[in-house]
């Protein structure tokens, strides 16, 4: 899915105040970028945990664990802490990163913490066998479901992707040459996490299905839809975004769950004019509201030892106007 790979950063002094916050259940705070350090506010979070309870279009991230300064050295500048409050959710992507790093702690007892007194929810990245037996696929679930717990993450990312192909419309992108059984099986193991994860378990719990795909049948996309709260759309490379969306995906999922990935690491997300990430924050689908859209290397939108998360804060802006 990606490639590239950092003492922790001491907590700025206060916390920070959106300038523009709800007055009522009509208005949706401004998520911006004019920033205020104040006193810790149980006002503040209570009024940012509402604005991420409301309807809009969501701001996730992939945090690459590998280039936190607690895996590797870089002067303590990237941290957790310092994700922008308006992030609705926080995607741990590990990699790099032993068992035995400071950073798993940190994760636990003040990363995670810090994040959810704030309302965002943090999930974390998994990949899935396409094939198991029916022990295998009950012991992947458990082994998913104590991670789950022993973090207190929100939910799971389920990593569902493979090399480019063409379709015979020339739509490019991720190429499912599967045969029928190989979506059956995939089918198996999302509706088993579905008992745990998602809008059909009734725990709460997030489950995102992060792919890549411009050729998957209707009916699989039509038969998981209910277990999945987001499909994250990985579409790095730009381009064909309403071909993309009217020929592989509209009439199988709801729009309100579709959601852009563009990728910060490789440094796409800043190209263009307007930026892409900007693009992706502007573009609509032609049969209602998007889900929101998300970054791989979240960490990374700056320079690559100090992240400014300045297009994260003004995409938030762009799909979600201060009323």
Not at 43 to 69: C, N, V
Request: proline share 6%; charged share 20%; hydrophobic share 35%.
């Amino acid at each position: 899915m990606r490639t590239e790979r950092k003492t922790l950063l001491n907590l700025c002094a206060g916390l920070f105040v959106l300038i523009s916050m709800v007055s009522s259940c009509q208005k949706s705070i401004d998520p911006n970028l004019e920033l205020e350090p104040v006193s810790d506010s149980i006002a503040y979070f209570e009024k940012l945990k509402a604005y991420k309870k409301s309807p809009h279009q969501i701001m996730a991230g992939y945090y690459r664990t590998w280039g936190d300064s607690l895996v590797e050295s870089n002067a303590g500048q990237k941290t957790m802490l310092a994700i922008p409050d308006s992030v609705d959710i926080v995607n741990v992507f590990t990699d790099y990163t032993p068992a035995t790093s400071p950073f798993w702690t940190a994760l636990r007892d003040q990363y995670i913490p810090y994040l959810h007194r704030r309302g965002t929810r943090v999930v974390y990245t998994r990949g899935m066998p396409w094939t198991m037996s029916v022990a295998d696929r009950n012991a992947w679930v458990q082994n998913i479901n104590d991670d789950t717990q022993n973090y207190n993450y929100d939910g799971i990312d389920l990593d569902f992707e493979s090399g480019g192909g063409t379709t015979s419309t020339g739509l490019f992108g991720g190429f499912f040459s599967g045969s029928q059984q190989d979506l059956d099986q995939i089918a198996l193991n999302i509706k088993a996490l579905g008992a745990h994860f998602g809008p059909s378990s009734g725990t709460g719990k997030l489950f995102i299905l992060d792919l890549n795909y411009v050729n998957l049948p209707p009916k699989f996309l039509k038969d998981i839809e209910p277990y999945i709260d987001y499909f994250f759309m990985q579409r790095y490379f730009g381009g064909q975004l309403d071909k993309l969306y009217n020929e592989a995906y509209k009439g199988n999922i709801p729009p309100g769950k579709y959601v852009l990935g563009a990728s910060f690491e490789d440094g796409s997300a800043r190209n263009g004019t307007p930026a892409l990430f900007y693009q992706y924050a502007a573009w609509q689908p032609s049969d209602g509201k998007k889900g929101g859209i998300f970054s791989y290397g979240l960490d990374a939108d700056g320079t690559y030892s100090t992240p400014s998360y300045i297009f994260t804060k003004k995409a938030i802006q762009l799909m979600n106007p201060a009323n």
